[in-house]
Structures are given as C-alpha cells and as structure tokens.
T-cell receptor
Framework: KNEVEQSPQNLTAQEGEFITINCSYS?????LHWLQQHPGGGIVSLFM???GKKKHGRLIATINIQEKHSSLHITASHPRDSAVYIC?????????????FGKGTKLSVKP | DVKVTQSSRYLVKRTGEKVFLECVQD?????MFWYRQDPGLGLRLIYF???????EKGDIPEGYSVSREKKERFSLILESASTNQTSMYLC??????????????FGPGTRLTVL
C-alpha cells in the first residue's frame, strides 16, 4: 500500500467548475505539500500546511490531521489550471526533509 | 529569483553509454535530490545529498551513482545506461530541515531516452 494516495488519478472538468482533488496518507507527518506540474516538466510548490486551511487566489488547501486527509480545491476552474497536481508529505521524524509523493492527479479543464 | 538548473532538457543515449546529468542550484541549499518520474509511478527518489561529499540512497539507487563535490552542484551518473532508465529525471534542492516547512525547489527536468 502506498503511503500517500491521491484520487482521482485523472479528472476532466469544464471551465468554471469547482474541482476537488483528495490526498490520504498513512504516516505521521510534520507537513503536507501540494505541488503543480505543467506539461514540460517543471514542478512548483502551491501550498505547504500542517493544519487548517490555506488560500491563494482560486486555490484552497485543507488538511485534517486526525483523519490523515487533505484536499485541494480549485474554484472557477480555467484551462490554464490544466496540470498534474501532486500531494507530498514530510514524514515526521524522517531524514533531512525528504518528501513522500503521491502519484499525482492529472487535471484537464476544457473551455 | 531562485533557480535550479539542469544541464539538458532532452538527451538521447545508447545502451551501455555512461551518462552524466548535472544539477546546479543558486540558493545555498544544503539538501539536493535526484528523482525519476515515470507514468503511473510518480516521483521516486534515486539519491539525495545533505552536504558536500555526503550522499544517501533513496528508493531506487540501483544502476545510478551520484557526486557532490561542491555545495551548489549535484551530479547523477548512469554508469552503463539501459533502456529501462529511459525516464524524466528531476533535480530538487532545499534547506536542511530546521523546523517549519521544508520546501523543495525543482529543476525543469531532463527527459532521457536510452536506445
């Protein structure tokens, strides 16, 4: 069983729709990261959180430590949001800041 | 603007060749990482380094070696490339864990094809 599971694996949405991507993990963590990877490869950090909720523009990330679950929401989705979204956790007590990655959710937003 | 650069975006090599992938960061980060990314498998850690000349194996080190002679530079070496090493290779760097969040900064990736 993977330590970090994401769902769904693939997601197609119409422009303007509200999108939710889920992440569950099975290890104790000190932080959870949401990352975005556009076609072409580059990965950028969207959020880092260890409790509650964070918001940047149309993106919202929440985490429930007791349930070991996080969600990434995109409001009013746009074709430029099309990317792979990756959940990663910092294992509590893990060595040197290593991250454990989920396999990613490929999002396609159609105009 | 923080930067992690990789020596090539695309590389084509032949089976048995020795391959060098280089990564340079300008953020004075202690930690540097090499990952490979394959469809359906996500990012998998090959090796990481937390200081000059220090290295630790990740999840899939077989067939790879690394070198970190200078703080800003981390090289991945495929001693004898094989077709199953065809993949996207991503380098990342971060500060050593010091409380708070440990953001990793990624390079643009090198798509390696081994024929």
């Amino acid at each position: 069983k993977n330590e970090v599971e994401q769902s769904p694996q693939n997601l197609t949405a119409q422009e303007g729709e509200f999108i939710t991507i889920n992440c569950s993990y099975s290890v104790g963590i000190s932080a959870l990261h949401w990352l975005q990877q556009h076609p072409g490869g580059g990965i950028v950090s969207l959020f880092m959180l260890s409790s509650g909720k964070k918001k940047h523009g149309r993106l919202i990330a929440t985490i429930n430590i007791q349930e070991k679950h996080s969600s990434l929401h995109i409001t009013a989705s746009h074709p430029r949001d099309s990317a792979v979204y990756i959940c990663a956790v910092e294992n509590y007590g893990g060595s040197q800041g290593n991250l454990i990655f989920g396999k990613g959710t490929k999002l396609s937003v159609k105009p | 603007d923080v930067k992690v650069t990789q020596s090539s975006r695309y590389l084509v090599k032949r089976t048995g060749e020795k391959v060098f992938l280089e990564c340079v960061q300008d953020m004075d980060h202690e930690n540097m990482f090499w990952y490979r990314q394959d469809p359906g498998l996500g990012l998998r850690l090959i090796y990481f380094s937390y200081d000059v000349k220090m290295k630790e194996k990740g999840d899939i080190p077989e067939g790879y070696s690394v070198s970190r002679e200078k703080k800003e530079r981390f090289s991945l070496i495929l001693e004898s490339a094989s077709t199953n090493q065809t993949s996207m290779y991503l380098c990342a760097s971060s500060f050593k864990r010091r409380g708070g969040y440990n953001e990793q900064f990624f390079g643009p990736g090198t798509r390696l094809t081994v024929l």
